[in-house]
Antibody
């Protein structure tokens, strides 16, 4: 199971930190990703991190504002989101890559809603 | 960046009939060293997380019914659902994982006619 938390309502320019806790398997064998979905819209890839945190990539739309990280000892993935705007309003899914970071996403959390509004 | 375009945007098919969804990438997602297409298909039902259906363009994920199949190579791909069932109503997305930023198609909404 992947369980996201940390979402909620935040004002423009604010920050949030999302967490994704894994249970039933060990995160440290897999790359992990974040994907978001704005209300009524399609899937939007956000970021990926490899097993050792050596390879980290971001969508251009979040580069410099979002930071992905992981704590394998806690079996948890994170997404630090800064300088948020209305365009970041979405459900954020964490997802497990089948193996490395150039692999499909075979297991997804249920998502957490982030709303950016004043 | 690789742009993924799906067609059609929506599709209505009768129960028991075939549904075909197309996906075109702006550049090849075939990795020559292993001859694999870095292309996946996902199904998303309302209020649910996406579910992986196919990867490497045509390999079915464990537990996915064999009425789901994928084909294509390089830049042109197809998801086919033979013998459509009511439970197949969903939005379907293709995704390239050939390079970052990874990207999804805009989605195709499949309904029952």
């Amino acid at each position: 199971q992947l369980l996201e938390s940390g979402g909620g309502l935040v004002q423009p320019g604010g920050s949030l930190r999302l967490s994704c806790a894994a249970s039933g398997f060990s995160l440290d064998n897999y790359a992990m990703s974040w994907v978001r979905q704005a209300p009524g819209k399609g899937l939007d890839w956000v970021s990926v991190i490899d097993v050792t945190s050596s390879y980290i990539f971001y969508a251009d739309s979040v580069k410099g504002r979002f930071t992905i990280s992981r704590d394998n000892s806690r079996n948890t993935l994170y997404l630090q989101m800064n300088s948020l705007s209305g365009e970041d309003t979405a459900v954020y899914f964490c997802a497990k890559n089948t193996a490395g970071w150039l692999q499909p996403l075979d297991f997804w959390g249920q998502g957490v809603l982030v709303t950016v509004s004043s | 960046d690789i742009v993924m375009i799906q067609s059609p945007d929506s599709l209505a098919v009768s129960l028991g009939e075939r549904a075909t969804i197309n996906c075109k990438s702006s550049q090849s997602v075939l990795y020559s060293s292993n001859n694999k297409n870095y292309l996946a298909w996902y199904q998303q039902k309302p209020g649910q997380a996406p579910k992986l259906l196919l990867y490497w363009a045509s390999t079915r994920e464990s537990g996915v019914p064999d009425r789901f199949s994928g084909s294509g190579s390089e830049t042109d791909f197809t998801l086919t659902i033979s013998r459509l069932q009511a439970e197949d109503v969903a939005v379907y997305y293709c995704q390239q994982y050939y390079t970052t930023p990874q990207s999804f198609g805009q989605g195709t909404k499949l309904e029952i006619k």
